[in-house]
C-alpha cells in the first residue's frame, strides 16, 4: 500500500531515491495498521469470524458457544437416520461421549446471529419472521408462526431438514425468541427438502397432498436455557 503514497510524489522529486525511501519509511507503519484494522474488521464480523475471534463476538452478543447440558444424538454415525453425512456432527476434542458441550463455529454462527436479532426484537411476529429468518435463511429454511390465541405459539421451519444439532438447540430452547409469557408449544421441522403438509395451502413453507411432506415434531425441554 505504500505505492500509492509513492505515487503522489511530485515530478521534481521522482528520480531522487533517497527521498522516495524517506516517504516510503513514513508511510509504511501506517499502511500496515491501516491493513491490520481492515483484518480486524473481518476477522470479528459474525458472517466470518472462526474460533476465538468468533467467541470474541459471542462475550459482546452475550451467548456463549458452551451449553449447559450436553446435546444428545447429535454425533456423526453410520447407518444412523438424521445423523449421516451432512447431518451428525464430529466429536470434538473435549466433548463427552454422551454429547456436545461446546458448538462448532457453524452452529454457533448461527445462534449468535439468531441472539443478535432478538437483542433488538420488538415483540411483533412481523419483527419475529426477519428474526428467525437471519438465524435460519442460510440453511435454506422457511419459517412460519402461528399464533394458537392461548399464550402459546406453534413455529414451523420448512423447505430443508433441519440438522441433529440445530434440533437439540431447539429442544433445549436455545433460540431466543419468544414474547415473554408465551410459550411454545412445539416446533414443527421438516424432514425431507420442500414444504410441509397442511390443508388448503400453498407457499413455498405449506403444501397439500402430493406437495406437503409430514413433519417431525419437537417439543421443547422445560427448564431449558432460554426459560431460566
Not at 50 to 59: H, I, M
Amino acid at each position: 500500500m505504500p505505492e500509492r503514497y509513492l505515487d503522489l510524489i511530485t515530478s521534481q522529486h521522482r528520480q531522487r531515491p533517497r527521498f522516495a525511501a524517506a516517504v516510503e519509511a513514513l508511510v509504511k507503519p501506517l499502511c500496515d495498521l491501516e491493513a491490520l484494522l481492515q483484518d480486524m474488521r473481518h476477522a470479528f464480523d459474525v458472517d466470518t469470524a472462526v474460533g476465538v475471534q468468533l467467541d470474541a463476538v459471542g462475550v459482546r452478543v452475550g451467548r456463549s458457544r458452551n451449553v449447559r447440558a450436553p446435546l444428545d444424538d447429535v454425533y456423526f454415525s453410520w447407518n444412523v437416520d438424521g445423523l449421516g453425512w451432512g447431518q451428525g456432527i464430529w466429536r470434538g476434542r473435549y466433548d463427552p461421549e454422551t454429547g456436545v458441550v461446546s458448538l462448532p463455529d457453524d452452529v454457533y454462527r448461527t445462534l449468535l446471529k439468531a441472539k443478535i436479532a432478538a437483542n433488538s426484537w420488538d415483540g411483533t411476529i412481523p419483527s419475529a419472521y426477519e428474526i428467525w429468518a437471519a438465524a435460519f435463511s442460510v440453511e435454506g429454511s422457511v419459517v412460519f408462526i402461528e399464533d394458537s390465541g392461548d399464550m402459546s405459539m406453534i413455529v414451523g421451519i420448512s423447505a430443508m431438514p433441519m440438522s441433529a444439532i440445530m434440533q437439540q438447540l431447539l429442544l433445549q430452547q436455545y433460540i431466543p425468541l419468544k414474547p415473554a409469557g408465551v410459550e411454545v408449544e412445539f416446533f414443527a421441522v421438516a424432514v425431507s427438502p420442500g414444504p410441509l403438509f397442511a390443508w388448503n395451502c400453498e407457499s413455498s413453507a405449506l403444501a397439500g397432498w402430493g406437495s406437503g411432506s409430514w413433519a417431525k415434531k419437537l417439543i421443547p425441554i422445560e427448564g431449558g436455557d432460554y426459560a431460566t
